[in-house]
């Protein structure tokens, strides 16, 4: 029984706060210095230390409270570099599509400026050749889509 009094007497021990006071004074090259136990008097007391032993579970809780805070952070610069790269090419391939058009509606416009005779094809797959006035009209629909595409 004595034992195990003298075990919790111990335990307690090293289980309660321990104080400390700090001093800062000026030692003989002037610099100025901080400690427990000053070796040159008079040393100004600027605090008691009140130092406790560290609470281990504590500290694992803030380390993954800090990781997932990280993880988040990582996540959300992630999702924004990704859409920001997104937006990127969306615009790109926006940009490709209006000059792959404009190259189309172009080479239309000259086929029926510079042709003799146009024609079209009809639902059998037969050729029905334009007269001027639908070579006209199809001019201007082409000229129009050029238009829109190439500026």
Do not use: F, H
């Not at 490709?96 to 058009?101: E, F, I, L």
């Amino acid at each position: 029984m004595l034992r195990l009094i003298t075990l919790l007497a111990l335990g307690l021990l090293a289980v309660t706060n321990s104080q400390a006071d700090v001093y800062r004074y000026i030692d003989k090259n002037g610099q100025v210095q901080y400690t427990d136990k000053p070796e040159l008097l008079p040393a100004e007391l600027l605090a008691k230390l009140k130092s406790q032993r560290t609470d281990n579970s504590a500290i694992a809780d803030r380390v993954a409270a800090d990781l997932k805070a990280r993880d988040t952070a990582a996540k959300i610069e992630e999702t924004a570099t990704k859409a920001k790269a997104d937006k990127q090419k969306a615009i790109e391939a926006t940009a490709a599509d209006k000059a792959d058009r404009c190259i189309q509606a172009r080479g239309r416009y000259e086929s029926l400026t510079n042709s003799s005779r146009v024609y079209s094809v009809d639902a059998k797959g037969e050729r029905v050749y334009m007269d001027d006035k639908q070579i006209e009209q199809s001019r201007t629909a082409a000229k129009q889509q050029m238009d829109t595409w190439c500026n």
